[in-house]
Every structure is written in structure tokens, then in C-alpha cells.
């Protein structure tokens, strides 16, 4: 059973950062896509970040670029984000995907609140 598990949220102050971990089980990280979406209340999920299978390549929505930082290690099986800067805009519950098998696969996700 794949699974993804997100982890490192919190309430911080605006200016302040972030570690969020997504820890991957059941395939092997380096083969895949992982992507970090969030979704603030009333609004839709949207994407931050992706990291493409063997660090290929990145992807950051503009809202994050240069403050986000996405990275991976695969001897953890894990899958970083680097949240610097933050802004109450931010304040989101943050959800690691994947696709594997053909389906899409989804954490539980973690609540990052910024606020003073």
C-alpha cells in the first residue's frame, strides 16, 4: 500500500520558516514525481511545488518562488519543503502527491498557519 505522510506544520509568525516532511512507503522515491499542493479554507487545492523523478527538474507557483525550496532524499525516502519568509497568505494545509500504479496518491496533510 503506498502511502505518503506529511509532517513538520505549525503556527509561525509572518517572517518566519518551515521544514515540511513528506515520508513515501511501498515505491521507490528516486522512480517518481512528488508534488506538494496546499489548500487554504474556502479555497481550492493548488500546486507549490514539484520535484520531478531523479531531480530532473523543479517547479514553484509564483506566490513561493524564491522563498520555497523543494529537495529529496532518497536514501529517506523523504521529500522536503523549504518554507522561508512566510506570509499569512501561506496559511494552508499542505498535502504531498504522487502517482503510482496509475492513481494518484495523497497524504493526510499538514496545517501551517501564519499569523502574529
Known amino acids: 500500500q503506498v502511502q505518503l505522510v506529511e509532517s513538520g506544520g505549525g503556527l509561525v509568525r509572518p517572517g518566519g520558516s518551515l521544514r515540511l516532511s513528506c515520508v513515501v512507503s511501498?515505491?521507490?522515491?528516486?522512480?517518481?514525481?512528488i508534488g506538494w499542493f496546499r489548500q487554504a479554507p474556502g479555497k481550492e487545492r493548488e500546486g507549490v511545488s514539484c520535484?520531478?523523478?531523479?531531480?530532473?527538474?523543479?517547479y514553484y507557483v509564483d506566490s513561493v518562488k524564491g522563498r520555497f525550496s523543494i529537495s529529496r532524499d532518497n536514501t529517506k525516502n523523504t521529500v522536503y519543503l523549504q518554507l522561508n519568509n512566510l506570509k499569512p497568505d501561506d496559511t494552508a494545509v499542505y498535502y504531498c502527491?504522487?502517482?503510482?500504479?496509475?492513481?494518484?496518491?495523497w497524504g493526510q496533510g499538514t496545517q501551517v498557519t501564519v499569523s502574529s
Open positions: 502527491f504522487t502517482v503510482w500504479g496509475g492513481l494518484g496518491h
Open positions: 511501498e515505491f521507490t522515491l528516486d522512480e517518481h514525481s
Open positions: 520535484i520531478s523523478a531523479a531531480d530532473v527538474g523543479t
